[in-house]
C-alpha cells in the first residue's frame, strides 16, 4: 500500500467506429465489459469500466462510435458520445494507423476543441502493428498540427503494446480524491446489461451485417437459485417478421448456438452456472420506443432531428 491520496476520474474513449475504443477499455479494466465485434457501431451505451491504477480508480466511458448520423438511434448514439466527452476529466481520441486521418476523424478534430471544455486531450494512435514506423511519424504530426494534443501515445489495445504507458498518463491526470466505486467493482452497468450486451455480441458475430442495428437485447427476468446458479431469461427484439426467422435460424439452430456462446461467456464472467433462455420478438417500431433507449442507457430525446 501506499500513503500517497487516492485519486479518482473519469476518462472519455472517443473516436470512429471500430477504432477499438472497446478493445482498450476491456484491456484497461482487465476483464470484458463492452462488447468487441468487427462490425461499426456495437457500441450503443456508455459503459463504464473501473481500472486501479496505483493509487488512482480510472473510469472509462466506452462511447458509440462518432459517425455522421442517419436515424434516430444513430443521433442518440453520436448524443451519448460526445456527452461522455463533455463529462470527462480526460479524453483519449482514437484513431487507426492504418486508415490515418479520414473525413470522419477530421470531423471529430473540427467539434473536439468545443466539446472537450478544458479537459486534456489525449491521442492513441491504435493498431501500430499494421503500418510501418515512417507512416506514423507523418500520422502523429498531422494530428498534433490539426488539434494542441497534451499527449500522443502508439498503441496496439489487442496487444497490450503501450496501454501502460498510456494508463500510468491517465493516472497523473485524474484529479485527487476519494474512490467513487468499490475497488473490486469493474464496471457501473447492472449484470442485467452486460448479460444483455453479452448475447447481443453473439448476435453481430453470427448474423448478417444489416441486420444488428436493428434489433435489441433485454434481460427480462434474472432469478438466483438456491444452488447458486442463476436462471436469465433474455428477449431478442427485432422490427420485421423477416428478421425473426433469420435469428431463430431452420429449428431454432441460429438462436441455440447464440445463446449457447452467450451461456458459456456468461458463465466465465460470472464465475457460476448460468440458465440462459433466449426469445425472439417481433417489435416493429422498437426504434421509435422510448423504454428501449433508456434499457440502452441512451436518450430517446437526443435522437430528435
Given at each position: 500500500?501506499?500513503?500517497?491520496?487516492?485519486?479518482?476520474?473519469?476518462?472519455?474513449l472517443?473516436?470512429?467506429?471500430?477504432?477499438?475504443?472497446?478493445?482498450?477499455l476491456?484491456?484497461?479494466?482487465?476483464?470484458?465489459v463492452?462488447?468487441?465485434?468487427?462490425?461499426?457501431?456495437?457500441?450503443?451505451?456508455?459503459?463504464?469500466?473501473?481500472?486501479?491504477?496505483?493509487?488512482?480508480?480510472?473510469?472509462?466511458?466506452?462511447?458509440?462510435g462518432?459517425?455522421?448520423?442517419?436515424?434516430?438511434?444513430?443521433?442518440?448514439m453520436?448524443?451519448?458520445a460526445?456527452g461522455?466527452?463533455?463529462?470527462?476529466?480526460?479524453?483519449?481520441?482514437?484513431?487507426e494507423?492504418?486508415?490515418?486521418?479520414?473525413?470522419?476523424?477530421?470531423?471529430?478534430?473540427?467539434?473536439?476543441?468545443?466539446?472537450?471544455?478544458?479537459?486534456?486531450?489525449?491521442?492513441?494512435?491504435n493498431?501500430?502493428?499494421?503500418?510501418k514506423?515512417?507512416?506514423?511519424?507523418?500520422?502523429?504530426?498531422?494530428?498534433?498540427?490539426?488539434f494542441?494534443?497534451?499527449?500522443?501515445f502508439?498503441?496496439?489495445?489487442?496487444?497490450?503494446?503501450?496501454?501502460?504507458a498510456?494508463?500510468?498518463?491517465?493516472?497523473?491526470?485524474?484529479?485527487?480524491?476519494?474512490?467513487?466505486?468499490?475497488?473490486?467493482?469493474?464496471?457501473?452497468?447492472?449484470?442485467?446489461m452486460?448479460?444483455?450486451?453479452?448475447?447481443?455480441?453473439?448476435?453481430?458475430?453470427?448474423?448478417?451485417?444489416?441486420?444488428?442495428?436493428?434489433?435489441t437485447?433485454?434481460?427480462?427476468?434474472?432469478e438466483?437459485?438456491?444452488?447458486?446458479?442463476a436462471?436469465?431469461?433474455q428477449?431478442?427484439?427485432?422490427?420485421?417478421?423477416?428478421?425473426?426467422?433469420?435469428?431463430?435460424?431452420?429449428?431454432g439452430?441460429t438462436?441455440?448456438?447464440?445463446?449457447?456462446?452467450?451461456r458459456?461467456?456468461?458463465?466465465?464472467?460470472?464465475?457460476?452456472?448460468?440458465?440462459?433462455?433466449?426469445?425472439?420478438?417481433?417489435r416493429?417500431?422498437?426504434?421509435?420506443?422510448?423504454?428501449?433507449?433508456?434499457?440502452?442507457?441512451?436518450?430517446?430525446?437526443d435522437?430528435?432531428?
Amino acid at each position: 500500500m501506499t500513503d500517497a491520496p487516492t485519486k479518482a476520474g473519469f476518462v472519455a474513449l472517443i473516436g470512429e467506429p471500430n477504432a477499438g475504443k472497446s478493445t482498450l477499455l476491456n484491456r484497461m479494466v482487465g476483464a470484458k465489459v463492452s462488447i468487441v465485434t468487427h462490425k461499426v457501431q456495437t457500441t450503443r451505451a456508455r459503459i463504464r469500466g473501473v481500472a486501479m491504477a496505483e493509487n488512482a480508480q480510472l473510469i472509462f466511458i466506452d462511447t458509440p462510435g462518432l459517425f455522421k448520423p442517419r436515424r434516430r438511434l444513430d443521433r442518440a448514439m453520436v448524443a451519448a458520445a460526445w456527452g461522455g466527452a463533455a463529462d470527462a476529466d480526460v479524453v483519449v481520441l482514437m484513431i487507426e494507423a492504418h486508415r490515418g486521418v479520414t473525413s470522419g476523424v477530421k470531423a471529430i478534430l473540427e467539434t473536439l476543441s468545443e466539446r472537450s471544455g478544458r479537459s486534456p486531450v489525449a491521442l492513441a494512435i491504435n493498431k501500430i502493428d499494421k503500418v510501418k514506423s515512417e507512416v506514423l511519424l507523418a500520422l502523429t504530426k498531422e494530428m498534433n498540427e490539426a488539434f494542441p494534443f497534451a499527449e500522443t501515445f502508439m498503441i496496439s489495445a489487442e496487444r497490450g503494446h503501450g496501454c501502460e504507458a498510456l494508463r500510468d498518463w491517465l493516472v497523473t491526470q485524474v484529479p485527487e480524491g476519494p474512490y467513487l466505486y468499490p475497488e473490486d467493482q469493474i464496471a457501473d452497468l447492472p449484470m442485467r446489461m452486460i448479460a444483455a450486451e453479452m448475447t447481443r455480441e453473439k448476435l453481430t458475430l453470427r448474423l448478417h451485417q444489416e441486420l444488428p442495428y436493428e434489433l435489441t437485447v433485454e434481460t427480462e427476468n434474472w432469478e438466483e437459485r438456491p444452488d447458486g446458479s442463476a436462471r436469465i431469461d433474455q428477449l431478442i427484439y427485432v422490427a420485421r417478421d423477416g428478421h425473426k426467422g433469420i435469428v431463430l435460424g431452420k429449428g431454432g439452430e441460429t438462436v441455440k448456438a447464440i445463446s449457447q456462446a452467450a451461456r458459456i461467456e456468461l458463465e466465465e464472467f460470472l464465475g457460476r452456472r448460468v440458465h440462459l433462455f433466449v426469445k425472439v420478438k417481433v417489435r416493429p417500431n422498437w426504434l421509435e420506443d422510448a423504454e428501449r433507449y433508456s434499457e440502452m442507457g441512451l436518450d430517446f430525446k437526443d435522437g430528435n432531428t
